[in-house]
T-cell receptor, first 113, second 109 residues
Framework: IAGITQAPTSQILAAGRRMTLRCTQD?????MYWYRQDLGLGLRLIHY???????GKGEVPDGYSVSRANTDDFPLTLASAVPSQTSVYFC????????????FGQGTRLTVV | GQNIDQPTEMTATEGAIVQINCTYQ??????LFWYQQHAGEAPTFLSY??LDGLEEKGRFSSFLSRSKGYSYLLLKELQMKDSASYLC??????????WGAGTKLIIKP
C-alpha cells in the first residue's frame, strides 16, 4: 500500500441496506477525514478524526458513523442508506499542524437506489 | 456563515496565462489551499498560503490578501493537461478545511 486506499471504488446499494466504506493509510498521519463531493458543491466534511481513538462530526454527519481503532484505518458506515447519500466519497489524511496538506484516496462512487 | 466563492468555469488557450480567483469568509483563518482535481480523480495539493503575498512554484503561483479575504491561483504557459477543476479551501479556527465548489478550467488548443 502506498498512500491512502479506499474500497470499494464503486458500489450500487439498495436503499435501507447497511454499507461500510473502507479507508487505509500507510503514512502514519494523525488526522483522517471523510468527505462527500456532489456536483456543484464543494467537498463537505462528514466526520473526522484528529488521532486514533477520537472522532468528531463535520458539516454533514447525519446518517453516517465512523470509528478510529488505530492510526491506519478509518471506516465510514451508512447504517441505512438513502438515495440522498448517492455521492462520491473521499477519504483523506494529514499530519497535524499549521500546514495541513491533505492526501486523498481515489474515491468511492456510491449510488443508492 | 462560512463561504468560499470561486467562478464555476473558465476557458483559456494553450500557452496562455489564466488567473482563478477565490474569495472567502470564514470563522478564523489558518491558511488557504489550492488543489487540482482531474475529472474522476482525487484532489491533489498545489499550494498553501498563510501570509500575504505571492508564492511561486514553477508554472503555478498563488497569491493571498488576508485583509481582503482574497486569493488567486495563476497558471502560466498553459498545457492541455492543466484542464481540470481547481479547488480553493480555507482552514478555519478549528483547522478544518472549508471548500469552494471548484473552478472547472477548460484549455483550448
Amino acid at each position: 500500500i502506498a498512500g491512502i486506499t479506499q474500497a470499494p471504488t464503486s458500489q450500487i446499494l439498495a436503499a435501507g441496506r447497511r454499507m461500510t466504506l473502507r479507508c487505509t493509510q500507510d503514512m502514519r498521519h494523525n488526522a483522517m477525514y471523510w468527505y462527500r463531493q456532489d456536483l456543484g458543491l464543494g467537498l463537505r466534511l462528514i466526520h473526522y478524526s484528529n488521532t486514533a481513538g477520537t472522532t468528531g462530526k463535520g458539516e454533514v454527519p447525519d446518517g453516517y458513523s465512523v470509528s478510529r481503532a488505530n492510526t491506519d484505518d478509518f471506516p465510514l458506515t451508512l447504517a441505512s442508506a438513502v438515495p440522498s447519500q448517492t455521492s462520491v466519497y473521499f477519504c483523506a489524511s494529514s499530519d497535524n499542524g499549521e500546514s495541513t496538506e491533505a492526501f486523498f484516496g481515489q474515491g468511492t462512487r456510491l449510488t443508492v437506489v | 456563515g462560512q463561504n468560499i466563492d470561486q467562478p464555476t468555469e473558465m476557458t483559456a488557450t494553450e500557452g496562455a496565462i489564466v488567473q482563478i480567483n477565490c474569495t472567502y469568509q470564514t470563522s478564523g483563518f489558518n491558511g488557504l489551499f489550492w488543489y487540482q482535481q482531474h475529472a474522476g480523480e482525487a484532489p491533489t495539493f498545489l499550494s498553501y498560503n498563510v501570509l500575504d503575498g505571492l508564492e511561486e512554484k514553477g508554472r503555478f503561483s498563488s497569491f493571498l490578501s488576508r485583509s481582503k479575504g482574497y486569493s488567486y491561483l495563476l497558471l502560466k504557459e498553459l498545457q492541455m493537461k492543466d484542464s481540470a477543476s481547481y479547488l480553493c479551501a480555507v482552514g478555519d479556527s478549528n483547522y478544518q478545511l472549508i471548500w469552494g465548489a471548484g473552478t472547472k478550467l477548460i484549455i483550448k488548443p
